[in-house]
């Protein structure tokens, strides 16, 4: 995809907070109009439910935090991804291979949890690569590679999974067939910490993995702003003539900012399946994991330390979400959010357009006089 | 013989949904605008066609009149979706924002909204709408005697009035997009938008019609989808708007290659269904559920004829680039 | 009073911070071909597009057949018989040339198209005018000069008949021009009236009636043809005096620092080669200035010698090391008279680590990431260096020193200092960075297009001491200038370009700007062994 189309996916500066928080705003309002429509009795219930949910109780506030987390790290992929100019909507697939190796390593081969999560982060690198690699070398459409992708990873993973009997639930005790084994019974050492955050926060499935991902939105962080490494990648993001007039590889960093990205989704696959709370189910589906990556990352402008709190946005309004039920269906959440990723890409555009349109009229000038001639001339000595 | 029969079939039935939605992409991306939200726009169009369905199931008018109820069910489809499409539209047109954004939040609203409203309607857990069998046309409907012939066993396995309809679609157009003014100012603005404005064709508008176009065509698109799948809706195309992009961009975004681009498809993926009934296909008996290694089939050969046939392929080349009028 | 088919009369058209032209009266007969000449800058291309529609004046009118009309568009000026032939084509490449032609006035029966009727008028257009093509042609692959005829028909087809032509034979042959010329005149004959922007002065001589003169957005005045000469007309558009010296003292040169032989790079607008077998070379001491009117091969000959682009043919060697060298195709001599006749084509951060600095001459394109901030542009060719970073962590201090030093130096202004983004910096302001960039890097060739375009007097004056300075130093500096006051007055010598050749080697002391003139015109060309130096 050309440069122009790029152009909106990169934002400036501090007024772009703002206009997340307006996407935001006018998300939850939409919301509230829904809920009335829907059943305007219990709508105000609700309506508060989603607002305050979160903070009600230690156990809703850790849920909030150890869902954030792999939202955090599919909040940094595609972010990351967009960072340097690329959409990375093959967030899902890298995701769910980096699932599967942090699983087939905590249940077949018994590894410890920090292993099994470095695995994640290796699986989801080699699924990033396919996309970019395709794209240079024979340039198939890097949208259609990774949508292709996501399947092929799930079935794979699921296919892998079914031929070997120790990952199943079945091998372990458990009565499923179609999922992997509860990890609690299958290798408790490859389950996420807990450091006793459990029982501080009253919750059966608060761990460490909040702070795993905030490390990695550090290190995205660092990457991006204090490296020369991301100093090339958002110049080849941002400008690919000028990193090519500066001598930067600019093929060779869209290979790697697309490793980086699937490594950080793969991470958040490991950290979701390793915390206990699920197991890996053989669907038939994608995991809408990976595309929740896109509203986070789109509402933090792709900055790693905002994708911390917008990622936390996100889990927030989706346990008050589990609490509006039964009144409410919990994919009105799905609805605000999906509201909140056309107004932020509205939003950006505003920007765009003003300063484009500054732009051009700087350009025209230029255009129109090549050099301005200078009224009086002095004497040069 | 009923196997082939009944695969034959069933290739047809899912070649159909894949046939339109990628020939509404192909309206949309010709026109300049890359049109990501074909899932969301599959799924609006079978959400509202099933929900009129049932309600016509419900009023009587459909068991005693089916295929005029079929009719208008298709219409309201197309409708629903070509209005959805609007959204994207707007974002793309008017708004000049990344088509590929604006795609995605239409793809995650479909979905939600298809099951916040279901749930209003029909009430708690029940998110799914049956599609009630008068539907479908069988060999009462055309008042033909039942036997069991190949011919009988292949045309009425699955036979619904979408597939009648796909293929005046079909024909249709491709006529439009290479025989008419409209299609040729249409494809103008996919190529070179400043040319097609130079010479007064209003790119701004035929940009919307071809999103509007690819709203109609997915919308029924999800309606056959959703026929082909089963009885009932459920909120989701799992997948097929993005195959149906696969499509098209296999089809190097031209009518007759599309076809066959969708009927290459609909065979692996049944194929890849059946495959423990085929007699001839490998069985892999040592691989447990190795009805995975088929069911990735699809997507293994879509990618590996992808590489083989990019070199070539062509997009329309102003694709994805907001129009704007005042750069010269 | 229709005398007169168009009259454009006291037209003023702004841009933010610049007048393009400036209270400017043109009048087209009817029947007559009236070129438009005069530097770029000079706001030809804007008159133009007033004319069509496509910008609208501040202040003036505009008549046609002696009644005023209000142009806000092609559509309009279509509808008033007005056509353009743009400079860039209009062309969809994938559609034939009828369906080019016809395109927003398709003939049609309930909107199904019926081209048989259209292809006789446009056959029959071709054969009158002697316009070949081939109706049935994808646009793709068929010569420019033949795209051209396309777009002429385009403008037949819809019974135009003022036709204006933005500098069209820029991407002909010498035959194709002729050609051009021949129908030119046959549309005169038929009362036709054209208007055409131009450069060069042979063909104004050539071909047309009358010819108005623009300078710096000014009108200087409108000719007959058959009444003047080419060193007039010459004179009229770049005439001025030089109105201001740089103190240069003389310098020793030293080496050869930058040499160029055989370069051939082609043109990715057309057919013909951009740069045709161009040979120089550039001392060190000595300011080298590549002098012309723009699109005459001098971006593409910078973007080979700078990397950007690939030549197919030639040599360059820097400070003694080859840079570039790919041996033409065809050769005559059998294989074992190639010797090391593998490709060499150095990596642009190579070249720059040989000591290769490059002024860009699109700086928003090239020159800076205009997303980053002034201090990270500063850094953009030296952020790799153990100065700035250390084991791949940017060294923030240390830029943000260097950058303020920069700002300081060069006078760089800016709202927030080295953290301003350099999206919203000025023009002039976004060069003089670039500028102190590649400058402070101590290059030993420098080569600079465009340095000074939008700034102001005292910029330009501290950027020609530079220039002068690093030259004093010892240096190399490859001037690209479309300013003949700068070419005048930095360069130790000037190097005239044309239609991508070399016509013309001059020492700045012994020659005018009206001879500079009439080379960059293409009326003079200087013998072969003249040019290579």
């Not at chain 1, 639930?169 to 490859?190: E, I």
Request: glycine residues 10%; contains cysteine.
């Amino acid at each position: 995809m050309g440069e122009q189309k790029k152009r909106s996916l990169r934002i400036p500066g501090s007024t772009s907070i703002l206009a997340s928080l307006i996407s935001i705003g006018v998300g939850l309002i939409v919301g509230l109009v829904l809920l009335y429509v829907l059943n305007a009795k219990a709508a105000g219930g609700a309506f508060i439910s989603l607002i305050t949910t979160g903070f009600r109780s230690s156990d809703k506030f850790a849920k909030v935090l150890y869902q954030a987390a792999p939202l955090i790290m599919t909040g940094l992929s595609v972010g990351f991804a967009f960072k340097t100019g690329l959409f990375n909507i093959g967030a899902t697939g890298q995701y769910t291979i980096g699932a599967a190796f942090a699983l087939i390593g905590a249940i077949q081969f018994q590894l410890p949890w920090y292993v099994c999560l470095l695995l994640a982060l290796i699986g989801g690198a080699i699924w990033g690569i396919f996309p970019g690699l395709f794209k240079a070398l024979f340039n198939v459409n890097e949208v259609i590679t990774s949508i292709m992708f996501n399947w092929i990873a799930m079935f794979a993973v699921n296919l892998t999974i079914n031929n070997l009997p120790m990952m199943l639930a079945k091998y372990w005790g458990g009565a499923q067939m179609d999922r992997t084994a509860n990890l609690a019974d299958a290798n408790p050492g490859a389950l996420i910490p807990r450091l006793g955050l459990d029982v501080l926060m009253k919750s059966n499935y608060m761990n460490i993995s909040i702070f795993i991902a905030i490390a990695f939105a550090l290190i995205a962080w660092i990457i991006l702003s204090k490296t020369t490494f991301g100093y090339e990648l958002k110049a080849c993001g941002y400008n690919r003539n000028a990193s090519v007039y500066a001598g930067i590889n600019a093929k060779r960093n869209i290979v790697l900012s697309m490793v980086i990205s699937g490594a950080f989704a793969g991470v958040g696959g490991g950290l979701y399946f390793l915390a206990g709370t699920g197991q890996y189910t053989l669907l038939k589906q994608l995991l809408t994991a990976g595309f929740n990556g896109i509203p986070v990352a789109l509402l933090a402008t792709s900055n790693p330390i905002g994708t911390i709190f917008s990622a936390f946005f996100v889990s927030y309004i989706q346990v008050g979400g589990d609490a509006m039920q039964p009144d409410f269906v919990k994919e009105i959440i799905d609805i605000i959010i999906s509201v909140i990723i056309y107004l932020a890409a509205f939003a950006l555009l505003t920007r765009e357009l003003l300063t484009r349109g500054k732009q051009r009229r700087q350009d025209a000038a230029l255009e129109a006089a090549a050099a301005p001639a200078p009224e009086a001339k002095d004497e040069v000595k | 013989m009923n196997i082939l029969a009944d695969i034959l079939s069933a290739t047809i039935v899912f070649m159909i949904p894949l046939l339109l939605v990628a020939l509404g992409g192909m309206f949309s991306e010709r026109s300049g605008v890359v049109n990501i939200a074909l899932e969301g726009i599959m799924i609006i169009g079978a959400l509202f066609s099933c929900l009129f369905l049932r309600y016509m199931d419900a009023s009587g008018f459909g068991p005693a009149h089916p295929q005029w109820a079929m009719f208008f069910a298709i219409l309201v489809a197309g409708l629903t979706g070509a209005i959805f499409s609007l959204l994207l539209a707007f974002a793309s047109v008017n708004l000049k924002a990344d088509q590929t954004i604006g795609g995605t939040a239409l793809n995650m609203l479909a979905p939600a909204f298809a099951i916040v409203l279901t749930w209003a309607i029909q009430g708690q857990g029940q998110t799914t709408i049956l599609i009630p069998t008068w539907a479908r046309i069988t060999q009462e409907t055309l008042g033909i005697p039942v036997k069991d012939t190949f011919l009988q066993a292949f045309v009425f396995k699955s036979f619904y009035q979408t597939s009648i309809w796909a293929v005046f679609i079909f024909i249709i157009a491709s006529i439009v997009l290479y025989k008419t003014r409209f299609g040729l100012r249409l494809r103008a603005c996919g190529e070179h938008p400043q040319a097609a404005d130079s010479v007064g064709v209003n790119v701004y508008r035929m940009r919307y019609s071809g999103v509007f176009i690819s709203g109609l065509l997915g919308g029924i698109g999800g309606l056959a989808y959703t026929l082909a799948a089963g009885s009932a809706f459920q909120s989701t195309v799992a997948g097929y708007g993005f195959l149906a992009l696969a499509v098209m961009i296999f089809g190097n975004w031209k009518p007759l290659n599309i076809l066959g681009a969708s009927l290459f498809f609909a065979l692996f993926k049944i194929l890849g269904s059946y495959s423990g009934s085929i007699p001839f296909l490998p069985k892999f008996d040592n691989i447990k559920a190795s009805e995975y290694i088929y069911l990735m089939l699809p997507y293994i050969v879509t990618m590996i004829v992808l590489i083989l046939t990019s070199k070539k392929s062509r997009a329309p080349k102003a694709e994805g680039i907001p129009y704007d009028k005042g750069r010269r | 009073m229709n005398e007169y088919v168009i009259e454009m009369l006291n037209i003023t058209k702004e841009f933010p911070g610049i007048r393009a032209n400036d209270d400017i009266t043109l009048r087209l007969r009817r029947g007559e071909i009236h070129a438009l000449l005069g530097e770029n800058g000079a706001g030809k291309s804007t008159l133009m597009s007033v004319l069509f529609g496509l910008y609208q004046p501040e202040k003036g009118t505009i008549k046609k057949d002696g009644e005023i009309v209000h142009i806000k568009g092609p559509n309009e000026a279509n509808a008033l018989n007005i056509g353009m032939v743009h400079q860039h084509f209009k062309l969809v490449e994938v559609f034939t040339v009828l369906e080019n032609i016809i395109l927003g006035v398709e003939p049609n029966k309930f909107g199904f198209l019926e081209k048989k009727e259209a292809r006789k008028k446009v056959v029959a257009l071709s054969e009158r005018y002697g316009l070949k093509i081939d109706p049935d042609a994808l646009i793709e692959n068929i010569s420019v000069g033949m795209q051209q005829r396309v777009e002429i028909l385009k403008m037949l087809y819809r019974d135009n008949d003022i036709l204006i032509f933005d500098e069209p034979t820029a991407v002909l042959t010498p035959q194709e021009i002729d050609e051009l010329m021949q129908i030119m005149r046959s549309f005169a004959a038929e009362g036709k009236s054209i208007l055409f922007i131009t450069h060069k002065l042979n063909e104004i001589m050539a071909v047309a009636d009358r010819c108005t003169v623009l300078r710096k957005g000014k009108c200087i005045g409108t000719v007959d043809v058959k009444d003047t000469d080419k060193a007039s007309l010459s004179r009229m558009m770049v005439g001025r005096d030089v109105e201001f010296e740089v103190t240069k003292g003389e310098t020793k040169l030293g080496d050869t620092v930058l040499e160029v032989k055989n370069l051939t790079v082609p043109s990715k607008l057309h057919k013909n080669n951009a740069v045709k077998d161009v040979s120089f070379r550039v001392r060190a001491g000595e300011i080298v200035c590549l002098a012309g009117i723009e699109g005459n091969g001098q971006t593409e000959c910078v973007y080979a010698l700078t990397g950007l682009e690939k030549p197919s043919a030639g040599e360059v060697s820097l400070m003694g090391n080859p840079i570039v060298f790919v041996a033409p195709k065809r050769e005559k001599q059998p294989a074992s008279a190639l010797k090391g006749a593998k490709t060499v084509l150095m990596p642009i951060r190579q070249r720059s680590k040989l000591g290769m600095s490059h002024i860009p001459e699109d700086r928003q394109k090239f020159g800076l990431v205009l997303d980053y901030s002034l201090e990270e542009n500063l850094v953009l060719q030296r952020y790799w260096e153990p100065t700035f970073q250390k084991n791949g962590f940017i060294r923030k201090q240390d830029v943000r020193q260097y950058a303020e030093k920069l700002i300081k130096q060069y006078d760089i202004r800016s709202g927030q200092g080295p953290i301003t983004s350099a999206r919203s910096m000025s023009g002039g302001n976004q060069q003089k960075a670039i500028v102190a960039r590649e400058m402070d890097k101590n290059p030993n060739l420098l080569v600079a297009v465009q340095p000074t375009r939008g700034l102001d007097v005292g910029a330009i004056e501290y950027i020609h001491k530079q220039l002068v300075a690093a030259r004093d130093n010892g240096k190399a500096v490859f001037l690209v200038s479309l300013e003949l006051d700068e070419v005048m007055n930095v360069s130790d010598r000037i190097l005239v370009m044309y239609e991508g050749e070399i016509v013309g080697e001059f020492d700045p002391k012994k020659t005018t700007v009206e001879e500079l003139g009439l080379y960059m015109a293409g009326a003079k060309k200087q013998a072969a062994e003249r040019t290579v130096h």
